[in-house]
């Protein structure tokens, strides 16, 4: 009778704690507001490749330390499917998970810490991601790789929110609310992949863009 109850109370745990976990929902942007072309030689007439946040953004002074993840897809003819292609401001590379069955339980762990920024009070913080979901460097390769339905936030290790993510080849944003990165103390975000849409070739689940836009720099 009292496991019956140990284990009727942790459910009833669980549920109160998955009903306190707060859902985001992604909007969808457009490619339009996020890349520009190297440079033109007349108005209507690009050169180069297409480069994502061109200009002044978050970035200019807010900074990833470093980016690990449970798993990656092997290196196939040169190329590689390391975390760090989901922060390089690329879009045709990828992060692609390294497991069976679409990577669920898979995640990507980004480390901010400012430590060794002279005069940093803790102003920096991010309230915003931007990411390209899927391996976006064109539409078939696109629909043959698994992208992300849901993803699971974890704050310093806790859990922070659920990301329902859109099915969309362009870029989508997410409001996740203001989190600061004090100073003298490394803060981690945790994105663990917990639903995916099936490719219509690969189970591989990609992300070709997670990056950020936030506080404290302009």
């Not at 440079?39 to 002044?56: A, Q, S």
């Not at 975390?83 to 692609?96: E, S, V």
């Not at 995916?196 to 990056?211: P, Q, R």
């Amino acid at each position: 009778m009292k496991i019956k109850l140990t284990i009727l109370f942790l459910a009833f745990s669980s549920i109160l704690f998955s009903q306190e976990l707060k859902i985001i929902q992604a909007v969808q942007g457009k490619d339009s507001n996020f890349f520009e072309y190297e440079d033109y030689e007349t108005p209507d007439r690009p050169i180069g490749e297409l480069i994502f946040l061109k200009g002044c953004s978050w970035y200019c002074g807010g900074s990833v330390k470093s980016i690990k993840a449970s798993s990656e897809l092997k290196e196939n003819n040169g190329i590689n499917y390391s975390p760090k292609n989901a922060h390089d401001f690329d879009k045709n590379t990828a992060w692609i998970e390294g497991k069976t069955n679409f990577g669920i339980g898979e995640f990507i762990e980004y480390s901010f810490d400012f430590s060794e920024m002279k005069e940093y009070n803790g102003g920096l913080g991010i309230n915003r991601i931007l990411l390209a979901n899927g391996y976006k460097k064109n539409k078939l390769t696109w629909v043959n790789n698994s992208r992300v339905k849901q993803l699971k936030v974890y704050l310093n290790n806790k859990p922070y929110a659920v990301l329902d993510l859109l099915d969309s080849f362009e870029i989508q944003t997410i409001d996740i609310g203001e989190i600061k990165f004090p100073a003298n103390k490394e803060t981690k975000l945790k994105f663990e992949i917990t639903q995916v849409y099936e490719g219509i070739k690969f189970k591989d689940t990609a992300i070709s863009l997670l990056m950020f836009n936030g506080i404290g720099v302009h």
